[in-house]
């Protein structure tokens, strides 16, 4: 099934305005409890991340210093989406783990072929 062009950019314009509309509602407590959030899952993934994908965790890193900074500041929308971008970048660490996890083992599997 072919997805017509302009359901298609419809649908950008319906999700995006939806968007806006729940940035705007972002408060205090909403940032708090997502930049918490990204660096609980930050510290968890660190170790493992530190030789698999050292430049992404990098810049995570730098996304949750910015989404601190952006709270002291108490500039609530800003910081929670440096925590968004911070959530990202685990999602892409992650996968990247996956991934090399994945090519050891065929590489294994096909050694002992």
Do not use: C
Request: glycine share 0%; charged share 30%.
């Amino acid at each position: 099934m072919k997805i017509k062009p302009i359901f298609a950019l419809s649908f950008l314009i319906i999700f995006m305005s939806g968007n806006l509309f729940a940035a705007v509602k972002k408060n205090k407590q909403d940032a708090e409890s997502k930049v918490k959030v990204a660096e609980i899952q930050y510290d968890q993934i660190k170790k493992e991340a530190h030789d698999m994908a050292p430049k992404e965790l990098l810049s995570a890193e730098q996304a949750l210093k910015n989404a601190k900074k952006e709270l002291k500041e108490e500039e609530w929308l800003y910081a929670y989406q440096e925590a968004d971008k911070v959530m990202a970048y685990l999602t892409l660490i992650r996968a990247i783990i996956e991934y090399k996890n994945a090519l050891k083992e065929y590489e294994n599997f096909k050694n002992s072929q």
